[in-house]
Structure formats: C-alpha cells, structure tokens
C-alpha cells in the first residue's frame, strides 16, 4: 500500500481539486494525508472527508508592502521544520501540491526528505507558491496549454485540472426545491468564489428588482456576507457557502454568474453551464483570472464582463445576451476536446511515486 499526503490551501480552490483525486486514490489503495494550515479554510473542508490532517505554521506570501512580511518569513522556516518532522514520520510514497501559501513549507520539506513532489497549476499563469516551489518539484501538472511555457527543465506536463464526479450528479429537481423557487422563471447562480466577492454581491443586489422580473436566483455570497432585509425576497436565495447541495443548485442553474478561477470555470465546462464571468482584476491580482476568462472566451464557452465595467446597467444587459445566446454557447462546450484531468494526475502520480 502506497501514501500519499497532499496540501494546498488558503481558499476552496486550493483544495477542491485535491478532492477530486481522493476516490481514484482510494481505489488504487493509496492511504491519503493532508497537511494544511492550523486555521485555514482546507482544515474544516479536509476534516470532513475523514483524511488524516497536519497542521503546521504558515506564513502568507503577499506581493504588496506589509508588516507582515517582516513576520512572516519566520513563519514558513517553522511551518518547513514542521512539515519535515511529519513526513519524515509519516513517510510518504509522494507529495501532491495543489498550491497556496501553505504548500511551500511543505514542497520544501518533502524535497529535504527526497520524497518525490507533484504540484498542480490551474491557471494560465503559475501562482507565486508555485514558482517558489517549481525548483523542488519533480513535476508540474498544468490545465493551460499555454502554462507550459512559463514551466523550464521539462518539468511541465499538460493533464487538465481535475473535477469532482459528484458536482456531474445533481438533480435540477432537488436544486429548485432547496432554494425554494416554484414557477418556469430561469435560474440564475451567482457564485464568487469561496471567499465571495463584494464587488459582484453589490452589483447583483443593485438589479435584483430587475432580475427578479425575469429570473430567479441563488447567490452564493461569501462567509459573512449574507444581506438579512433580502432574506423573504421571493425568487432569490442567498447561501454563505454551499457544500454538498451545489452540484443540485448546478444542476437547476440554466446561466451562472461567476469568478474565473481556473477550478471554477472547467467545472462551468464540464457541466456544460453558460457563464458570464467577472474576472478578478489586476488592482487585487496578478491577473490570471483575465487571462483565464480570455481564453474561455476566445475558445466560445463564455461571456465576459471585466470588474472595471461591471455596473447595474452592463450586467442586466450581458445576462440578457447570455439567456438569449445559451445554446451557442452550450454548442461549443459539447463540441471541447478538453478532458477531467483525474486521470492524467494520477497516472503521473503513479510514475513518480518513490
């Protein structure tokens, strides 16, 4: 029997492609261990797939002036001997990164140990946990064709991103009854990420009057975020976060609203769902949600409306387009040659392992 620990967090969709490998993994025998951050958001979501879950230090690795980065940098020595003691312990076959700023503690720890490293990039362009890490690592998964440019010593290899099987199975049924919407309305879900997203919540709730002439919608708004005087509004439901329920609310959703988190809109793909997606702009990111958005886009499986132009008018206006355009753009998803990425990464993970 093989094992295998894997890491990434600091949001959901650092996490939620490690999910997906989980029953594969389980089926080939392998025993999954996870090592995360002691109060991060991959904590609470690990623990509830019953896999075993290190906590170590974990400094955050920012690309603006802060006090914190004098800190920090302390942090992540103590979250690496950490790290190390655990797989040294633990003994690994493997490593699987999914990134983050926990993961680099770890990536170099394994590499101390010689334990083989996997990392996973899902956009375009490589994260910075993952370019500090990329030396440690025997190889890196991408979802992008373009990625493998950014990626030197031939250490790239293009297998997609993975997505979970059970986001495939809901019941549009079960998705209606839960938000509670009757009547032949379109379903539209808005979801911003799994931290949220202010910017889009605003917008959204500024129209609301105006969607709700023609639509219903679910909106998952983001941990605290939740808008009380909304709450008996007939034809809109709001969630803080959704778990098991989103692949029923997936299913329902006849257009989504969305951020274009690489994780995010492959799953928009593979469920063939038509998006408008609102990409995280360059003032908050190093901007790989445009580039991720443009080429969804330029392939046909999108719409999208930059953060900058986004305003009550422009959105009304787009989701309109959208509905009235769906079956173009469910027509260019069915005919993508693009694949789930489980099994490229397992096959790899397969390869490496020591």
């Known amino acids: 029997m093989k094992k295998i620990i894997m890491t990434g ?57 802060d006090l914190k980065n004098i800190s920090d940098p302390f942090k992540v020595v103590k979250g690496v001997l950490e790290a190390f003691k655990i797989i040294r312990k633990e003994k690994p076959n493997i490593v699987f990164s999914k990134g983050g700023f926990v993961s680099v503690p770890v990536v170099m720890a394994a590499y101390m140990n010689r334990v083989p490293v996997i990392a996973h990039e899902s956009d375009i362009t490589p994260g910075l946990a ?49 938000c509670g919407f009757e009547g032949g309305k379109p379903f539209i879900l808005v979801i911003g990420g799994s931290l949220g ?32 005087s909304l709450e008996r509004l007939k034809g809109y439901k709001q969630f803080e976060y959704v778990s098991e329920e989103l692949r029923d609310i997936f299913a329902a959703a006849d257009l989504v609203i969305s951020r274009a988190g690489a994780n995010a809109i492959f799953e928009l793909l593979a469920l063939r769902k038509p998006n408008l997606l609102v990409p995280l702009s360059k003032k908050s990111s190093r901007g790989d949600q445009i580039l991720n958005a443009e080429s969804f886009k330029k392939s046909g ?21 959208l509905y009235s355009e769906k079956d173009i753009f469910i027509g260019k998803m069915n005919s993508s040659h693009i694949k789930d990425g489980v099994e490229e990464i397992i096959k790899m993970i397969g390869i490496c392992s020591k």
């Open 130 to 178: 993952n370019r500090i890490s990329a030396p440690y690592c025997t190889k890196i998964c991408v979802t992008f064709p373009e990625s493998l440019i950014a990626i030197s010593g031939n250490k790239g290899v293009l297998t997609g991103t993975p997505i979970r099987k059970e986001i495939l199975d809901g019941s549009a049924a079960k998705g209606r009854e839960i």
């Open 197 to 228: 997203s202010k910017v889009i919540n605003d917008n959204v709730r500024a129209c609301l009057t105006k969607l709700l002439e023609k639509y219903c919608v679910a909106h998952i708004c983001g941990k605290g975020n939740l808008d009380e």
């Open 301 to 321: 499986y999108s719409m999208v409306l930059e953060e900058e132009a986004l305003d009550e008018r422009s959105l009304l206006d787009n989701i309109d387009k």
């Open 9 to 65: 967090g600091g949001s959901a969709g650092h996490v939620t492609p490690n999910i997906a490998l989980f029953p594969e993994l389980k089926r080939l025998g392998y025993t999954i261990e996870y090592i995360g951050s002691n109060d991060g958001i991959e904590k609470e979501i690990i623990e509830r797939e019953n896999i075993k879950y290190f906590g170590i230090s974990s400094g955050k690795l920012r690309r603006y002036i």
